[in-house]
Structures are given as structure tokens and as C-alpha cells.
């Protein structure tokens, strides 16, 4: 029964996820307007114009964020198909485009949709530096997951800082959410998840969604008391956490890699070769959408 809970409820998430087209669309309308040179410089492409076309094109992915790395390996695969002459026209070149992207994104990645097991309570924790929308990731889940009737406890982990188990009430209150808190100014974050944890498995939450402190990667006391707080959730659920979900703000540039590379559980999938689950495509409580990476594609080179 339980088994067949988790597996209808991905299922559930991901068919909405392809019927809320829209919302990707406008989520991702600022790099949507940093590609639109795409279609300029491959509507007059000829064969002459090659090397400058793939220069700009090359500039075009560097501000939309794709990396220099990544960037590189795109257009020296589009300049290999050219000059080999299986792309013979500029449409041809975007659709190649288009496919090297989707190619990235799904090649070396696991499986994108949640992963919650066989057996309730599911653990979620959910990990981040200062400042990058971990909490207000772990809200927007809570939200999504309610929307589909689940049964959610939220654990304030963040004990580090002063307002954040205020700041993940008012969470629990919108989404209609239990919430285990510190019961004291000393109390550690490892303590605080499992006796949610052990609340959850006691009076039959379907999940359990942790919330922990904001680090660093280079913070090595904080991530020490992460290892902590995972053994702290297995000690109660042989296996638990289900998932661990790292929050990385885009607008942190590059500063994501060596953060994901510490934390070692989600980044950019090229690199690291883990999926990416979610996207934030906004600021409001439902702005959470899960990744599909065919119409993220098409998003951001419409």
C-alpha cells in the first residue's frame, strides 16, 4: 500500500509538472531573452560565416550561465557537425542545439522525480548555504506535496540561526503543516530531526521534510553536524533520508560547483553527473516546479 502511495504521488507531480507549461515559460523568461540572438545569428548562417556565428553563439551561452566549459563543448560539437556537413542549415544548427542541452541534462543524470521509498514516514532533507532559498525551497515543497493530499511534518533543523524555525512556522502554517521545533537554545539540529523523524514514524506522517542550517562548503564544523543529522534520521529509519536535496541559487554563479562538489548530492548535472529534481520559476508558494528537462529545453530556446 505505502509502495503504491509514493509511486502514484511521482507519478501525480510529474503529469502536473507537464500540463503547467506556462510556468516554466515565464520562469525562465530572463535566459529565454539572453538566447534570443540564437535565432538572429543562425537565421542568416552560411557556411562562410561559420567561425563568427559560433563565436556569438558561444557568447550567447556564456550569459545565459551555461559555463565556460559547458559552452565550449556545445559549440565545438555544432562546429564538428558543420564542417562535417551533416548540419546544413540554420535550423538544422538549432535543433542540434537544442539536442546537445537535452543531452547534458539527461545522459549522465539519475532519476529526476523524487525519490521516497517504500515506506512512510519518507525522509527529505533538505541542505544549502546562507542565503540561497533553502527554506523557502522546503515551503514551496510542502506546498506541492500537500496539494496532493500528503501528510507532511516539517523539522526546524536550521538551529544555527535565530529566526529560521520562525520563518519555517509560517511555512508549515500556509501549507497546512506539523512542525517539531527546538525545544531549547541548545538544542542541536541531529536531536531536533529525529524526533521528528520519530514523530512521523509514531503517528503515521507520509513525509517528513527536514530543514538544516545554512553552510558553507568551507564551514567544516557545520558540515560535520550534516553527518550528524543524516546518522541522527538512520538511526530511526534504517535508510533515511530518502533524498537529500541541495538548494543552489543560480545567481550564485559559479559558486555553485565547488558548494555542490562539497556537498556531494545535487549540482549541475554535466559536472557531477546527479539530477537536477527541481526548479524555482518564481517567488510565489506554488513556484516550485519539478524538472523536465524536454520542457525546460524548449523554455529557454523558444
Sequence with gaps: MTTGFFTRLGR????????????????????????AVVDELLLYWNLAETDRVLDELEEALL???????????????????????????????KEALKKSVLNLLTNKAGKTELQLGYRKPAVVMVVGVNGGGKTTSLGKLAQRLNNEGVKILMAAGDTF?????????????????????AEGEKTKAPSVLSQA??????????????????RLHTNYDLMEELIACKK???KVIPGAPNEILLVLD?????NMLPQAREFNEVSVVDELGIPVKFVGVGEGVDDLQPFEPEAFVDAIFS
Design 232 to 234: 541522527a534520521v538512520a
Design 63 to 93: 550569459v545565459a550561465d551555461f559555463g565556460p566549459r559547458i559552452s565550449g563543448k556545445i559549440v565545438d560539437s555544432l562546429r564538428d557537425d558543420i564542417l562535417g556537413g551533416r548540419l546544413k542549415s540554420g535550423s538544422e544548427i
Design 161 to 181: 540561526r535565530a529566526a529560521a524555525s520562525e520563518q519555517l512556522e509560517v511555512w508549515a502554517e500556509r501549507t497546512g503543516s506539523e512542525i517539531v521545533v
Design 250 to 254: 543560480g545567481t550564485t554563479g559559479l
Design 197 to 214: 523523524v520519530k514523530r512521523g514514524k509514531e503517528q503515521g506522517y507520509d513525509v517528513v521534510l527536514c530543514d538544516t542550517s545554512g
Design 12 to 35: 501525480l507531480i510529474k503529469e502536473k509538472a507537464k500540463s503547467d507549461v506556462e510556468k516554466v515559460f515565464s520562469g525562465f523568461s530572463k535566459t529565454r531573452e539572453n538566447l
